[in-house]
């Protein structure tokens, strides 16, 4: 081992037994585990108190941990700790690209390394051949060049404070120092961590790093360009700078190729540098404020669909911001689009001049999976022919995006009448709206005699035995994706003003609808029980002061509730935003008490003790814990 390469202090392993594990990220701390830590971040507490003749304890920090030895008995395979064990000191270590974890039994040991990829583990080595042990231990101070342990351009800007903040150097060696975690994504798979960066005048900067596989991901840099090429696009999320975009070093998979643990590598670390930030849709201050900012996120998918042929294909809770502020370099020397969206708060004011300001009340984040199609003289053709992959967060994505293939129910005798009508506005409604958008376009929505939602269902395509229509990502499928984010926010809003002695059952029945559905290749959707547990379950699953949007909700499930792609001419792109923008509109001008929120606060605000069963009327749905 080179001088150079050899670590300023050396790792010593430490009994978890005999230690006391601070800062863990997970409720869980596994104790048949030892645990390998810079000497110096190991801090003496001397015996217990109450027992003097107990070993010394010592006191070490989860993030300090830089490799873990699971210890189990001979008939424990220890794999799924050993994963556990892998993303946890990951999703605690931003700076560390990889790690090695070793499992151990009497009989054998075996060594396992994970990254962004994935995890690979070595064949089992018995005692007897101890040359892999070494080599273990070696490659904690000195990794192979193609395994890097730690990015040298993250580094904790304190271990003492908290929360830990984090330095990060950017583009031209320019370093942020003081950033505060803001999101940690799982540790496999993109990776993605999100810091949020205060610098002495107040500006605000959010910086974020991620794993992508650029075969199969559009850079989210060269998209949001694409959005913002001839003007800043209001309710978008601004690209101020890219930093290094060098590829992380060749990584081992968990499926070898040809036998080799090797390849090369498919996944290189990205950091932007956001001029845009906000607060969680969840922290929204009223319900008449996370409605309006929807309403704004809906425009802005609206003309990013029309205007910019742009698809998101990630819609979830995760990738809508409330309450957006933008950084003064984002603007400076900048102009809005020339036809910016028109945002709610224009349409309640009755103007909709162009002062140049971002009028809108959200921002939509997060664009990793975001394509651009372009057109043709007959149809829309993607630029990147991957519309048909699954794409998105499971429990936000829409229906017929979880199954992988049009949805169709031959078993439901009324097929044709599951198409709603588009929604008609009356009286002052109908004046803002015309007044903002034109009476032209209200008109040309809505329907004929002989359309219902623009089409004519008696034209149904209807597919023959054991056809399976492919899966194409288009418009309505965010807009769908976004509705189940609203109806999802709407569930869990927690009003300022609480109300006591209230029975769970139903919120939970529908809780587990989102949380335990899941892609499954048999078309099952859990979601599909929305439609059976009808009105009257909806308004029990509701706080009750948020009752009075029963009928909102309801008519939102039975918008989305059919399948378009079954139309025969299908209606326009865009008719499905419009039926969305029309209810919205007449719910947010309709209401008189906006219902405080307590921000950061949902519901629910404790969880039971048991197990619980929760009847979905269908199949019984066993209770899990849930973080938020």
């Known amino acids: 081992m080179a001088q150079e390469d050899r670590p300023a202090h050396p790792y010593i392993f430490i009994n978890q037994d005999e230690c006391v594990l601070t800062h863990h990220p997970h409720d869980s701390q596994p104790r048949k585990n030892i645990i390998a830590v810079p000497g110096p971040k190991v801090r003496y507490l001397g015996p217990p108190v109450e027992n003097p003749k107990q070993h010394d304890k010592l006191e070490v920090r989860f993030d300090d941990v830089v490799s873990v030895v699971n210890c189990e008995p001979p008939n424990v395979n220890g794999l799924e700790d050993v994963a556990e064990h892998s993303r946890h000191l990951l999703s605690s270590r931003p700076d560390m690209v990889g790690t090695y974890v070793l499992w151990a039994c009497t009989r054998c040991y075996q060594i396992v390394w994970s990254d962004a990829s994935g995890m690979v583990a070595s064949p089992r080595y018995k005692w007897t051949r101890l040359p892999p042990l070494a080599a273990y231990i070696s490659s904690l101070y000195a990794p192979p060049k193609n395994h890097v342990l730690f990015d040298a351009s993250i580094a904790r800007t304190n271990t003492n404070a908290e929360p830990v903040s984090w330095t990060i150097i950017g583009s031209n060696t320019k370093t942020y120092v003081g950033c505060q975690p803001l999101f940690a994504g799982p540790a496999w798979g993109s990776r993605t961590n999100k810091w949020v960066h205060h610098n002495t005048s107040g500006r605000v900067m959010v910086i974020k790093d991620k794993f992508s596989i650029t075969a199969r991901h559009k850079p989210e840099e060269g998209l949001l360009r694409y959005i913002h090429r001839r003007g800043i696009h209001p309710g978008v999320v601004r690209l101020l700078f890219t930093g290094d975009q060098a590829p992380s070093p060749p990584l081992m998979t968990a499926q070898p190729a040809n036998g080799s643990s090797l390849r090369v590598p498919e996944r290189a670390r990205t950091r932007l540098f956001m001029g845009s930030h ?55 020397g900048e102009r809005l689009v020339e036809c910016p969206p028109i945002f709610i708060s224009q349409i309640l004011e009755k103007d909709k001049t162009n002062d140049g300001k971002d009028k809108a009340a959200g921002l939509l984040i997060d664009f990793d999976l975001g394509i651009q199609l372009m057109h043709d003289s007959t149809h829309i053709v993607p630029v990147n022919r991957d519309r048909t992959q699954r794409t998105g967060t499971v429990m936000f994505m829409s229906r017929s995006g979880s199954k992988g293939a049009v949805r169709w129910y031959s078993h439901l005798p009324y097929r044709t009448t599951l198409y709603r009508p588009m929604p008609t506005l009356e ?32 034209n149904l395509r209807i597919p023959g035995e054991g056809e399976k229509l492919p899966f194409v990502h288009k418009p309505h499928h965010d807009v769908e994706s976004l509705c189940w984010v609203m109806i999802y926010t709407l569930f869990h809003a927690q009003p300022l003003e609480r109300t006591e002695g209230l029975n769970l059952t139903p919120f939970w029945n529908v809780h587990h609808l989102f949380h335990d559905h899941e892609i499954r290749y048999d078309g099952m959707e859990l979601r599909d029980y929305f439609w059976k547990l009808g009105m009257t379950a909806i308004s029990d699953s509701l706080d009750p002061k948020l009752e009075s949007f029963t009928d909102f909700i309801w008519d939102v499930l039975r918008q989305i509730g059919p399948e378009y792609d079954l139309l025969y001419p299908p209606p326009p792109p865009e008719h499905l935003h419009e039926a969305i923008r029309r209810m919205l509109l007449k719910a947010i001008y309709e209401m008189e008490d906006p219902i405080a929120l307590d921000p950061g606060k949902s519901r629910p605000l404790s969880y039971p003790d048991e197990e619980i069963v929760c009847n979905v009327g269908v199949e019984y749905i066993p209770f899990r814990r849930w973080e938020y």
């Open 278 to 332: 906000g607060s969680p849709i969840s922290e929204a201050r009223s319900v008449k404020d996370m409605l309006m900012a929807f309403y704004d996120i809906l425009e802005v998918l609206r003309s990013l669909s029309l205007e910019m042929n742009v698809l998101h294909r990630n819609i979830s809770i995760s990738s809508i911001v409330i309450y957006p502020e933008h950084h003064p370099e984002a603007m400076e």
């Open 427 to 458: 009286g002052e409604v109908r004046e803002l709206y015309e007044l903002a958008y034109g009476s032209e376009m209200y008109n040309h929505y809505c329907d004929t005699p002989e359309t219902t939602h623009g089409a004519r269902p008696k």
